[in-house]
């Protein structure tokens, strides 16, 4: 147990594996958060369907009903406790192997199964009520799958794993004993102190542990637990992994390719058409992606913005900012990462939103720039490269110019500060 919090540590300190744990933890959070905005959906769809069950058979609306403060069985299936939820319902944190149904919409929905088995048969007939049987029965399918998925998500997660571990380390680990009876005593304390949203550990009973045995067996389980989450973590960390490494990977072949193997040709081609090198030099690197599997479409229009070369049927939304440039031109280059910056953040939250963005910089001539190679954005990451085609003439022992170097500081956008007040002696 002390060493999960260790292997943590060192996961985080690796930048592109932060990065991507970064990515789990805000995607588990949105996980939870798409689950109940199409919970608040049905659950207005819910309510149209009590008011025309009410309206169908008035004499069933009992809505006015007294109930008591804790909700037994025999009051749990009035409309009172139907329009006491939507007043007072509190969405607890899903529990991360629970396979129960915690929504609202589900709630309400069970309340008008009741009602409706508890019809008289021979009153349940007609158009209307066909169709609103009908409409019930396709809200309650549709909510049904919605749940199924959700828990299929819980149960196979990396993301809601990572929480889980990170949530139980921060609070079932005495930062000062780790002792066995210290790590026992605190976990029944976990229910209350989780984040909103994220998932709930389960406390075996902890109050009824006695004997050093039932603490043995109440920690194996604990340990056996953490494992089953640390294999779901691995193997989705392996796949990020290498779908990130793979896709740069293929840039930086690219980027041999053209250095060692293409130069010459792909110099005079942007040489002989310099008002279109820049497209021709992104069309190059966007033939070089489709013959190597990828289906790069340049410059398309996503969400009003627009990106030099973006893949979004790849899982990660591959995104490429290409520039140019035959003398100096470093105002021009930091201006284009702003502008990389700018639209990559403003996908962020769309259905187009970047995990992965590469900033191509083709040298034809002029100052050799020295970029960071990885610069962390906001939920993304950027991959710098700086790929040469000056010719001969301008590289080597004759030609070779002193190196710039554009800094990180200089990419990276400026934070606002506020202006202090000036004051009145």
Known sequence: MRQLQRSLDLLSREPRIRAILDDMQREAHEMVAELWKTDDQTTKEATELKGEFVRLFPDADDSNAKIPEVVDPASFGTFANFERLLKKFRRDKPNTYDLKDESLTGTLLRILDLKIKALDPSRVSGNEVEAFLKRFHNLFNRHRRVHARFVDDKL??????LHAIRNYLSVALDP?????????????????????????Y???DRQNIRS?????????????????????????LRLRIGSRLSLVGLINRFQHRCQWHDRDRLYNLAENNSKRAEDLLTAELA?????????????PMMAGLQPDLTDPSFKFNLYVEAKQYSKGAKPYLIKGFHQLWDTVSGLQGTPYEVHEAFYIVFRRGGPRYVLPPLLQGEG??????????????????????????????????????????????
């Open 287 to 299: 033939l070089w992606l489709f013959d190597n599997g990828m289906s790069p479409v340049p410059k």
């Open 176 to 200: 000062v004993g780790h002792s066995l009876d210290s790590l026992l005593e605190r976990a029944p304390k976990f229910s209350t102190s989780v984040p909103y949203g994220m998932p709930e």
């Open 202 to 204: 389960d406390l075996h």
């Open 156 to 161: 196979t997660s990396g993301s809601v794993a």
């Open 380 to 425: 993304w990451t950027a991959h710098l490269r700086l790929i040469d085609i000056a010719p001969t003439s301008e590289r080597g022992s004759k030609g070779a110019q002193k190196p710039e170097v554009i800094s990180a500081e200089e990419l990276l956008p400026k934070k606002k500060t506020k202006k202090k007040k000036k004051t009145k002696k």
């Open 212 to 236: 050093d045995s039932d603490k043995a067996k109440a920690l194996a389980r604990d340990v056996s637990e953490q494992k089953a989450r640390l294999h779901q973590l691995h193997e989705e």
